[in-house]
């Protein structure tokens, strides 16, 4: 359990003073975006990174509206803050405590952060139709700079009868980082988790690509409505040899397709309660070489992502709000490079996760998880040889202004790689990874 040290006495201290408190009205954004279209934060998100109906309309049009082009085809949001002549330009600073239910051999158990990450966003406008959400990324256990999500959009405007489209451009380096809504990986819950705590060792490929590709991409929103896009993928990864070489792993043969079609409702019930639904599908291609000493030629690792997601969102008078998310993915495997005897394999994966907040201040959020697939000796360590974990997130999110978020969370594991007991042949339990996971979230 928690051991009581002076160091984390401290972070716990602070951190309850928090999440106790109660205090001024919240947003929680990157402040470049309201410096430009001149309204706070919440108009755009409830809690970060949760986009409303018009952050998800400011996004699918580039990143480019400023209060000189909102219109009265924007209703209810009339600019009410100046516009800084800065570039637009934010920090992010996060710091954090992690401890295991029971500490990994042969290791301290308790772990601060300091910084947790520290990032730097260039996200704004561009030039006229061209905008960037970019962030450039710290991270403790890495001690170094890296790219981080990157989004750089062209966006435009048309007309099809006599109904709006929004089409554009994407170049991003990871798959469904472009997207709007937050039942996709990119943006998905939990939105901040521990580097410090062991997780379990499977996973779709398409939730392990931020940072290695590049891709290219277009999208249109028909009648703010109907969402469909593509995007083509090829490696990029930060820190290889270039040309890519038989040092790398998991390079991508060709380009590797991503494909999105969403479709989403938005209505207001008696009492000015706006509600929100979105139900959509996403997946993905690849063909990889695994390389890692090996010919980055001959046959080939495939993977192909199904999934099905859907969102539901109400926001109340009072500024209060529940989100709903849910995600399914399903991934078929053809490991014909990598392990012949046994090349087809699947593993299916399912997340969901709900969130209140009360005047977007301060709330629970709850989320579980589920990872299956079928056992595999070259793909899985420890005596089970088998993916499958499962368990709960519960998380409690405090906003004392409107640049600071504070938080508590803690994940509960049922079954971890295979088992709920001695795991890895070692006497582990499922149990010893639970984590409790203390952060400070700043934003400026």
Sequence with gaps: MYSRTNRHFVVISMLALGLLGFGARNAFAVPSYSRQTGLPCETCHTVAPQLTAFGRYFKMNGYVLSSSTLSPSSPGKTPTESISKFPPISAMVLVSDTVL?????????????????????????????????????????????????????????AMLGKSPVVWGLTLNNNPTVDDPWNSTPAWGFPYLGSDNAPGPS?????????????????????????????????????????????????????????WRVAWEHNWSTKGNY??????????????????????????????TDYAVDAQYQLLTPSRSSLTVHGMFIHEKQTLDASDPAQPDNHLNTLAVSAQYYWWEKFGPSLGYFDTTGNSNANLYGGPNASPDSNGWILQWTYLPAENVQLGAQYTLYNKFDGASSNYDGSGRNASDNNALYLFAWFLF
């Excluded at 962030?135 to 989004?151: K, P, R």
């Excluded at 070489?289 to 980055?296: E, T, V």
């Design 101 to 157: 239910n029971k500490a990994q051999p042969d290791s301290q158990n308790g772990t601060v952060a300091f910084p947790d990450q520290l990032s730097l966003f260039y996200a704004g406008r561009i030039a006229p139709h061209l905008g960037s959400f970019i962030q450039i990324t710290y991270t403790e256990g890495d001690d170094h700079f890296s790219l981080d999500n990157t989004d750089i959009r062209y966006a435009n405007t």
């Design 202 to 258: 499977a996973g779709p490929q398409i939730l392990d690509l931020g940072g290695a590709v590049a891709g290219l991409g277009a999208y249109a929103w028909f009648n703010n409505s109907i969402y469909a896009g593509v995007s083509l993928y090829r490696s990029s990864q930060i820190g290889q040899s270039q040309p890519l070489d038989s040092t790398a792993s998991n390079v991508i043969k060709n380009v590797a397709p991503y």
């Design 274 to 303: 706006t509600n929100s639904l979105e139900v959509g599908t996403f997946g993905m291609y690849q063909q990889l070489y695994p390389g890692g000493g090996a010919p980055l030629s001959g046959p080939t690792d495939d993977y």
